[in-house]
């Protein structure tokens, strides 16, 4: 399977306590987004990165958060002191670049990873 | 801002029976619009895109959508509903970003629960 992967996929966590998930994209994808999805709503855009350049941060990406694509090819989101309100399912997508550097306008999205903070 | 409305949280159709999900956007320019479906432990899996063109996009698995500018509508069809239809689809607008530069995130509806009945 040569699609975007997430890792873990599920991840139960106590309060307070750091988790780190790490995406795959699809191979040459220059562009990698993360976006969060909570019970009942769509995918929320939480940041985006162009090779291993992290161009933009979404208000919802508190200071706890972080997100790294140190060599522009995998992707880690770490949320430091966990809160119940982090519960979600964490997306994370990949886009590639035309001929041209023109942007795809399609997304590819993985799995997800499921994060519950009891 | 971009932002993006699905005014059913669930839509029940009959097999064999035509079906359409609803989509409207608001945009400060030209719209990309887009559905994607979204089965139980799954990613989201693109089905269909509006660029520019013809107003009616064909797209996977017999699913169409119909542009209305006048309406500001994106409305998901398809002719004859099958059980395997049966998920959660979400409609989705792209942010074109500054001038000379696209950012690439995607704006969601909140989703519409499609239940096909055999």
């Known amino acids: 399977d040569t699609g975007v992967s997430q890792n873990p996929r599920h991840k139960i966590t106590k309060r307070g306590q750091n988790v780190t998930f790490r995406c795959d994209p699809i191979?040459?994808?220059?562009?990698l987004y993360w976006y969060r999805q909570t019970l009942g709503q769509g995918p929320e855009f939480l940041t985006y990165?162009?090779?291993?350049?992290?161009?933009?941060k979404s208000r919802l990406l508190s200071d706890r958060f972080s997100a790294e694509r140190p060599k522009g090819s995998f992707s880690t989101l770490e949320i430091q002191r966990t809160e119940q309100g982090d519960s979600a399912m964490y997306l994370c997508?990949?886009?590639?670049?035309?001929?041209?550097?023109?942007?795809?306008?399609?997304?590819?999205f993985g799995p997800g990873t499921r994060l519950t903070v009891l | 801002a971009q932002s993006v409305a699905q005014p059913e949280d669930q839509v029940n159709v009959a097999e064999g029976n035509p079906l359409t999900v609803k989509c409207t956007y608001s945009?400060?320019?030209?719209?990309?619009l887009f559905w994607y479906v979204q089965y139980p432990n799954r990613g989201l899996q693109f089905l269909l895109k509006?660029?520019?063109?013809?107003?009616l996009v064909k797209g996977s698995y017999g699913f169409e959508a119909e542009f209305n500018k006048s309406q500001t509508s994106f409305h998901l069809k398809k002719p004859s509903a099958l059980v395997s239809d049966s998920a959660l689809y979400f409609c989705?607008?792209?942010?074109?970003?500054?001038?000379?530069?696209?950012?690439?995130?995607?704006?969601f509806g909140r989703g519409t629960q499609l239940t096909v009945w055999p």
């Open positions: 997508a990949s886009s590639p670049r035309l001929a041209g550097g023109r942007m795809s306008n399609e997304q590819f």
């Open positions: 191979s040459e994808h220059n562009r």
């Open positions: 990165f162009q090779n291993e350049a992290q161009l933009e």
């Open positions: 945009v400060s320019g030209n719209p990309y």
């Open positions: 509006y660029i520019t063109g013809d107003n």
């Open positions: 989705a607008v792209r942010d074109m970003g500054y001038r000379g530069s696209t950012l690439g995130r995607l704006y």
